[in-house]
């Protein structure tokens, strides 16, 4: 007599992609998804299969499926205690084996035109913005080197670019990468494991920094790349806490190694046009891709090569804790719109960058409606529900329906968020 076996394809997370950065677990809607200091994990038990979690991934880590026998699924213990992906379970020998397969992923615009659909306030914060890069940029190369391959880089500049005497020590940090290729284009990330060894005695995870250099280096013509680090003293209460690669990073000598993984990102690219324009709001190290994008720009116009319009919204307590506050003013203001959000400038109303940009309603509104516009947004997770809720006021205003421009921009490319 044969016994009816069910083989299900279970969702886990490879421990050997996996960056750590924590999208998946604020992408999931259902809470399925948990980690602990070591491994982020899917509770079987609570997974629906929607695959909310699989686009935003940067690194394919959440986009595995391990066929196991349904009475074995893995508990989220058992994956806490992994290095690596276990082999598929085979159904015991004589059963009888009844197949319940996971889903296939839906593509970039389906899962675009499902969230256009939905009320947003009741989504995830990663539905915000596009799963899909502008139609016309670049080809991103991702994952070359993982935890099974990371390569060494030299430390070959670390300054400090915000006022010695602010309490927002954020250091500028330039990586030279010898002969190893390592191809990036602005709004990709790299992640640097950190020296040293946890509680538990296991070496740091690696830890997702932007690329703040564009895609030719951040000296032309040599294989470096730069990144932007704030060093972490303190929780978001308050509470005094060292970060552990943040401190690392900043304290790091000249010709200092460091070891490194990714590139990561496939989506948060800029249009690969001469005559685009792009609408930059950020906080903080948020300026990381805006540098990136506005530094490739900027090389691009000084060879009379880029035509398209550049519009900043920056965010800081003052301008003496702005990253790049000086290079940054220095730049033509006919090639660049700065506005400055600052919240706490001394005589100065307290504004942040959701109140400037409606300030500018009228120019942010004409650039929403070039089709050649393409909008970032980087930095704290709490900028994100102002900064919507200023574009959709400016939208709504114009008399248009926000819900129709919102989906049409993530269709397009066109609006990405990276808030962290």
């Known amino acids: 007599m044969t016994t009816a076996t069910t083989v299900m394809k279970q969702h886990l997370i490879d421990p050997e992609i996996c960056i750590r950065c924590n ?60 290095d690596e992906l276990p082999e598929p379970q085979e159904a015991p020998e004589g059963a009888e084996v009844v197949e319940a397969k996971a889903p296939a992923a839906p593509t970039a615009s389906e899962a675009q035109k499902e969230e256009g659909d939905q009320d947003l306030e009741n989504k995830p914060f990663t539905a915000a913005g596009a799963s899909i890069p502008p139609w016309s940029a670049a080809h991103p190369y991702t994952n070359l080197y993982t935890h099974k391959n990371p390569v060494t880089a030299t430390v070959v500049g670390n300054y400090r670019v915000t006022d010695s005497d602010t309490d927002s020590d954020i250091h500028h940090i330039v990586l030279d990468m010898g002969d190893t290729p390592m191809p990036l284009l602005e709004g990709q990330s790299i992640a640097i494991f950190p020296a040293g060894e946890d509680e538990n005695g296991r070496s740091y995870h690696a830890r997702q920094y932007s690329i703040a250099s564009p895609r030719d280096g951040e000296r032309p013509g040599y294989n470096n790349l730069s990144i932007t680090v704030k060093r972490v003293v303190e ?19 000249k010709n200092d190694s460091v070891k490194l993984i990714g590139p990561y990102g496939n989506s948060f690219l800029m249009p690969n046009l001469p005559d685009s324009n792009l609408v930059m709001i950020c906080t903080g190290t948020g300026a990381a891709p805006m540098r990136a994008m506005t530094e490739h720009c900027r090389r691009l116009n000084k060879e009379g090569k880029y035509r398209g319009k550049l519009m900043l919204f920056f965010g800081a307590r003052s301008e003496r804790e702005l990253p790049y506050f000086g290079p940054l003013m220095n730049l033509p203001k006919d090639f660049i719109d700065i506005n400055l959000a600052l919240s706490r400038q001394a005589d100065r109303p307290k504004k ?28 704290l997770k709490g900028m994100e529900e102002g900064v919507l809720a200023a574009l959709k006021d400016i939208v709504t205003e114009s008399g248009k329906k926000w819900e129709d421009v919102h989906a049409q921009l993530k269709t397009q490319g066109r609006l990405h968020f990276e808030t962290y």
């Open 352 to 379: 942040y960058v959701q109140d400037v940009i409606r300030e500018r309603a009228s120019d942010v509104l004409a650039l929403i409606n070039d089709s050649k516009t393409c909008i970032y947004v980087c930095g």
């Open 23 to 82: 999208t998946c677990e604020e992408t999931c809607p259902i809470d399925a998804i948990t980690h602990d200091s070591n491994n982020y994990v899917v509770d079987a038990s609570i997974c629906n299969d929607c695959m909310a979690c699989v686009p935003p991934c940067p690194t394919g880590a959440i986009d595995n499926w391990i066929q196991v026998v349904s009475d074995n699924a893995y508990s989220i213990e058992e994956q806490f205690t992994w």
């Open 235 to 253: 929780d978001h209460d308050g509470n005094p806490v060292k970060g552990v690669c943040s401190n690392y990073l900043c304290d790091l000598q």
